[in-house]
């Protein structure tokens, strides 16, 4: 789960640790950016006041909000990709390039605006309530935890990633002290990277994944090609389309050559 997704995975995995009765085999637990930090969080003193804008100013604020979302290398690896000059190393085939390719025209469209009423009731509906109910759960699986044994004491594989560049979330303090509540867990600090950018670029969270929970097969490190620099260009390929002068050119994209091309190389 990440951010909010984090506290709702949160709350699921400790549901089915505390509750005897549930037949679900809770293999493992990942957290990214967990928003069970709300509280202590840059976003809940600042967003309440969004909120409060009146509607003239609502749309300036909703921008004010966003540079805590990202991070140094967001704008410049955005750049890369609209200049044709790389892709986030997991569009590593034509056939993903090319489906990415088919669709980027219509991203904007699928974007909804977040009114005032939303942006409110995702603050306390979703974060406040959120993560205050979860606090207790945990804190309550925590007590339990410590008044067992070593034979007794419940526990799931667990791997928290957090930015280090986070400035929506304190994530780094969050993933350590989630960690010590939760036996079995291993915290993961992605260099550079903001609230956003720890599911992008800067990180192959598959790769992560897999290395933490060896029953799930597949590569477990960045793809070398991806990580040979560790600045902007880090989890970026070249790109697989050839020579373009405009990126994610949609127009070549959706040419049955190329779309044909693509599907054989990815069959091959």
Known sequence: GESFGGILSLDMALTILQQENLDIDLK????????????????????????????????????????????????????????????????????RE??????????????KYMSQSTLDWRLNQWLTEGSTKVAAKLETFAETN?????????????LIVAGEKDL????????????????????????????????GGRVDLAALMRDRF????????????????PGVSLGMEPRYDGNVKMGLSPLKYWTPEFYRQANLTEAS
Do not use: W
């Not at 410590?146 to 667990?158: A, G, S």
């Not at 002290?177 to 599911?199: D, K, Q, Y």
């Open 28 to 95: 493992g637990l990942t957290l990214i950016n967990p928003a069970t930090c709300y509280d202590r969080s840059k976003l809940a003193s600042k967003g309440p006041s969004v909120v409060a804008l009146s509607p003239f100013l609502y749309n300036f604020g909703l921008l004010s909000l966003l540079p805590l979302f990202t991070d140094d290398y967001a704008l410049p690896q955005l750049l890369m990709i609209l200049q044709s000059k790389a892709l986030p190393s997991v569009i590593d085939t034509p056939a």
């Open 98 to 111: 090319a489906y990415m390719g088919r669709v980027a025209a219509s991203i904007p469209s699928k974007l």
């Open 146 to 158: 410590n008044n067992n044994n070593n034979n007794n004491r419940k526990m799931v594989p667990t």
């Open 168 to 199: 929506c979330l304190p994530s780094i303090d969050e993933a350590e002290r989630l960690s010590a509540l939760l036996p079995g867990s291993i915290v993961h600090v992605v260099e550079g990277a903001g609230h956003a950018s720890t599911c």
């Open 214 to 229: 060896p029953e799930v097969k597949g590569r477990r490190e960045m793809k070398a090609t991806a990580s040979r620099d």
